[in-house]
């Protein structure tokens, strides 16, 4: 079966930066909008950001600005660069395809505090 697995989360102080990765473990994602996600505890999965087959992106407002999504699809990847984190930030992040969903990995927890 397909399974993502993220990586690259971790602590970090407001202002800092977190580079995340998401492998898949088959070539699943050429010709697929390609999404990262956060869910915090009692919360829904919020769409972060996505980046189409030609490589357009679309950000949530708050991040707008500070988040980079990229794609390699030759490496079955998907990379989110988070720049000047913020608390609210704090989350567990996801990744998969933006529509025609496969089974969700572990996430990886992204936790900014001073």
């Known amino acids: 079966q397909v399974q993502l697995v993220e990586s690259g989360g971790g602590l970090v102080q407001p202002g800092g930066s977190l580079r995340l990765s998401c492998v898949a473990s088959g070539n699943i994602f050429s010709g697929y909008v390609l999404a990262w996600y956060r869910q915090t505890p009692g919360k829904q999965r919020d769409l972060v950001a996505y980046?189409?087959?030609?490589?357009?992106?679309n950000y949530l407002e708050s991040v707008n600005g500070r988040f980079t999504i990229s794609r390699d699809d030759a490496k079955n990847s998907v990379y989110l660069q988070m720049n000047s984190l913020k608390p609210e930030d704090t989350a567990v992040y996801y990744c998969n395809r933006r529509l025609a969903l496969v089974d969700w990995g572990q996430g990886t927890q992204v936790t900014v505090s001073s």
């Open positions: 980046i189409t087959v030609d490589g357009s992106t």
